[in-house]
């Protein structure tokens, strides 16, 4: 038998196809997608981060590449793109995800550039049988887009053999195998439960294709992304402000329930209703727009935190 007449698999049929020295135009792909343009989004409206987007240029290289070989009939399967975000609160996590949508979307990999954002209350059920309908509820919902799931070690309780949380993990370990094609499952929540949770649930593990852990913030990028917060309200520091900001962030840093970009712009609120009273008190007769969009350092000042030093005692959340 010569060699022309060996079975081929579908896989040699394809690579055989074409000449391997066809050309392939990278960059104009690149440029159709105008993945460009999210990218640079991305870099315009979220402050550091770099190691994030690092690898969202990545993965994006990756899918274009993908798709550059698929238009050439080399197949690969279509990758896997489920992903774990881990990181403290307030890193981004959540906003991050959403640009995600968008790129898959944009690069097709996605029919709907839609996050559907749940936690376990939304997945798992009180009562015996109510578990999977809720859980396939939420996959309908999401089919055709990126699934988010916060905190997602919830919904694995490992003292609780019978916790109906491992239900909807074995259906939703299903679909992220079976449906691939049609759903990005991503993971959010802080890095050491969620290594807990993946030990517990190899099976969960091994169909992650990405992780990604977000660094807290320093001192001086909250700074930008307080500016970045101000800019886009049409607000701005004066320039006292924005010293006793930083002083502010300080202090805070250190403080119990601190959640990094989110207590930024909790800070921020109460500013604007000390500006907003301020103004008020003021009994002015000559406002001007310049009084409407500044925040003064006695916006800041009488904030608790360099009242009593610390937050208040029964908070939860990120409030002082
Ligand atoms: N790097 C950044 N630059 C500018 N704004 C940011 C940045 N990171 C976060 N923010 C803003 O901070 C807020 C909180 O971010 P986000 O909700 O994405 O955080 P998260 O990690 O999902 O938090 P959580 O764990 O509490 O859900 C949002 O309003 C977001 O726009
Ligand atoms: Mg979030």
Do not use: W
Request: negative net charge; glycine residues 6%; charged residues 30%.
């Amino acid at each position: 038998m010569s060699e022309a007449e060996v079975e081929q698999t579908p896989e040699e049929k394809a690579l055989s196809g074409l000449p391997d020295d066809t050309p392939v135009d990278l960059e104009s792909v690149f440029r159709d997608s105008q993945i460009q343009d999210i990218l640079d989004k991305l870099d315009r409206e979220l402050v550091g981060l770099k190691p994030i987007k690092t690898r969202i240029r990545e993965i994006a290289a990756l899918l274009l590449v993908d798709r550059v070989r698929n238009s050439l009939g080399l197949m690969s399967g279509p990758p896997s793109l489920h992903m774990c975000f881990t990181g403290n609160p307030g890193t981004g996590k959540t906003t991050v995800a959403m640009r995600m949508a968008e790129i898959l979307h944009r690069l097709g990999y996605i029919r709907k550039c839609n996050l559907a954002a749940v936690t376990r209350d939304d997945l798992v059920g009180q009562y015996i049988g109510h578990t999977a309908p809720k859980t396939k509820e939420v996959l309908k919902r999401a089919m055709g887009g990126v699934l988010f799931i916060d905190e997602a070690y919830y919904l694995y309780r490992s003292e609780n053999e019978r916790d109906y949380g491992q239900e909807s993990i074995e259906i939703l370990l299903q679909v992220m195998e079976n449906q691939r094609e049609d759903l990005v499952v991503i993971l959010a929540g802080y890095k050491d439960r969620m290594e807990t949770f993946f030990q517990g649930n190899p099976g969960m593990s091994s169909r992650i294709a990405h992780h990604l852990d977000f660094p807290n913030y320093t001192a001086e990028e909250l700074i930008a992304i307080a500016k970045l917060m101000l800019e886009k309200q049409q607000y701005r520091f004066s320039p006292e402000a924005e010293k006793v900001f930083y002083q502010y962030l300080l202090k805070r840093m250190q403080m119990p329930n601190f959640a990094n970009a989110r207590s930024v712009r909790n800070a921020l609120d109460r500013a604007r209703l000390r500006q907003a009273n301020r103004l008020f008190a003021q009994h002015k007769d000559t406002l001007t727009k310049k009084d409407l969009v500044t925040i003064e350092a006695e916006d800041i000042l009488p904030s608790r935190v360099f009242r009593d030093g610390q937050p208040d005692s029964n908070q939860t959340t990120d409030r002082e």
